[in-house]
């Protein structure tokens, strides 16, 4: 009687499944770059022209609208009012907004011009970075150095004795 070939008779084919890596055979990932620390002394980039216009607009919703407590709602609709001022309308916001950008770029060239000169602290910020890097050291770790001489001392007098 002759038999029908079974799934162990047929041959092996080679698994399609994608095989997963594991340990040393994965792919190394290259490291992230972390970002440089922010300096607390750099001047803030000024306010665009509709941060200037929301800044009043804000008020005024608020005064209409006491009891609305929703951020979204206030925004939502100070970029609605912002869509539909006209250009004259517009005009003493975009000049508010450019004399802000013209300070800031004052400000900016000052500070570019203190970072190139030896970085971005002042004199006294400096002198006040050393201070606390003193007040840093504990107090126990300055006495311990003293201790452990005195006991060096201690038992020089006790090996002459």
């Given at each position: 009687m002759k038999r029908g070939k079974s799934k162990t008779d047929a041959p092996k084919k080679a698994d399609t499944k994608l095989s997963v890596k594991k340990g040393s055979e994965r792919v190394a990932k290259k490291p992230r770059k972390s970002k440089a620390d922010?300096?607390?002394?750099?001047?803030?980039?000024?306010?665009?022209?509709?941060?200037?216009?929301?800044?009043?607009?804000?008020?005024?919703?608020?005064?209409?609208?006491?009891?609305?407590?929703?951020?979204?709602?206030?925004?939502?609709?100070?970029?609605?009012?912002?869509?539909?001022?006209?250009?004259?309308?517009?005009?003493?916001?975009?000049?508010?907004?450019?004399?802000?950008?013209?300070?800031?770029?004052?400000t900016m060239a000052a500070y570019n011009k203190g970072q190139a000169g030896g970085g971005s602290r002042s004199a006294a910020a400096a002198a006040?970075?050393?201070?606390?890097?003193e007040s840093d050291k504990?107090?126990?770790?300055?006495?311990?150095?003293?201790?452990?001489e005195d006991d060096e001392e201690d038992e020089d007098e006790d090996d002459d004795e």
């Amino acid at each position: 009687m002759k038999r029908g070939k079974s799934k162990t008779d047929a041959p092996k084919k080679a698994d399609t499944k994608l095989s997963v890596k594991k340990g040393s055979e994965r792919v190394a990932k290259k490291p992230r770059k972390s970002k440089a620390d922010k300096d607390p002394n750099k001047p803030k980039r000024p306010q665009s022209a509709f941060f200037v216009f929301m800044e009043e607009f804000r008020k005024i919703f608020k005064e209409k609208n006491p009891n609305n407590k929703s951020v979204a709602a206030v925004g939502k609709a100070g970029g609605d009012k912002w869509k539909s001022l006209s250009e004259e309308e517009k005009a003493p916001y975009v000049a508010k907004a450019a004399k802000l950008k013209a300070d800031y770029t004052k400000t900016m060239a000052a500070y570019n011009k203190g970072q190139a000169g030896g970085g971005s602290r002042s004199a006294a910020a400096a002198a006040a970075a050393e201070d606390d890097e003193e007040s840093d050291k504990s107090k126990s770790e300055v006495n311990d150095d003293e201790d452990d001489e005195d006991d060096e001392e201690d038992e020089d007098e006790d090996d002459d004795e």
